[in-house]
């Protein structure tokens, strides 16, 4: 494999590679990849190579913390979340998935700021301890009903998807909005065949994938040559080689 992918660079007459181009010339799908060198940068690292340049890396929690402070600063006042999700350069999943919750990404910011001289020291007794810390009361879960997801008051959906199904029918809510018209759902893999809109009032067939996180999509050990793309509630699978749209960043990014 690491031959292969030095062969396609040299091919390409670079030194970096998307996984895209490497399954797409080598008909080699991402789930070896993950199992033998762990992911794709990773990989490409093995074989001397860089990632594609327009490749997702992760964001250091200092650049995080510098964008809160550039919003408070035009806000003057520290952002809510509310604030924070409208105006960040970066989706206020970036955050939760980081932090866990915000009050725990407003602890760090703020502690932040007082070591950067950003914030007197004062502000951080007014700063609440995340929920997590104020409380010690965990309760046991009943097996005898659902377990709800956090509240979202989504149109007719009170609480966030817990499961795929979940996400199936958010999905249904959405569709049109992101352009789609649904010709099929089945049980089988792919779970979704629809058509999405092009420019020019053009459109196309696309084969969808559905699961609660992307990275449930390698553990049903599904070929990614067999869909377009994956809708999900949580996007947790950084390497992955196709289109995800992810629900729950655009519900974010659509609250005031």
């Known amino acids: 494999m690491i031959q292969r992918v030095k062969g396609l660079a040299q091919e390409l007459h670079r030194n970096y590679l998307s996984l895209q181009e490497f399954t797409k010339h080598t008909g080699i799908s991402y789930r070896p990849i993950h199992r033998l060198f762990g992911d794709w940068t990773l990989f490409l690292s093995a074989a001397g190579l860089r990632p594609h ?14 964008d809160f402070f550039r919003i408070a600063k035009d806000l003057g006042h520290l952002p809510s979340y509310q604030e924070l999700a ?4 970066y989706s206020i999943g970036v955050y939760e998935r980081r932090f866990k919750m915000f009050s725990k990404f407003r602890q760090h ?3 932040y700021g007082i070591d950067q001289g950003l914030v007197k020291p004062d502000v951080l007794a007014s700063v609440p301890e995340p929920a997590s810390d104020r409380t010690s009361h965990v309760y046991d879960q009943l097996n005898d009903r659902p377990v709800l997801g956090e509240a979202i008051e989504f149109r007719g959906l009170q609480h966030s998807p817990v499961n795929e199904l979940g996400v199936v029918f958010l999905f249904g809510m959405l569709a049109e909005e992101f352009g789609f018209v649904i010709e099929s759902v089945q049980a089988g893999f792919p779970d979704c065949e629809g058509k999405r809109r092009l420019k020019k009032n053009r459109w196309q067939r696309v084969r969808i994938e559905f699961e609660y996180r992307s990275s449930n999509f390698l553990q049903h050990r599904h070929d990614p040559s067999g869909c377009d793309l994956i809708v999900c509630w949580l996007h947790d ?5 196709l ?3 992810c629900l729950r960043d655009f519900l974010r990014k659509g609250k005031p």
């Open 53 to 66: 340049p327009n490749q997702k890396t992760k964001i250091p929690d200092e650049e995080l913390f510098r």
């Open 86 to 89: 409208q105006h960040a350069r």
């Open 109 to 111: 910011v703020v502690l």
């Open 237 to 241: 699978w950084r390497d992955c080689p």
């Open 243 to 245: 289109e995800v749209i």
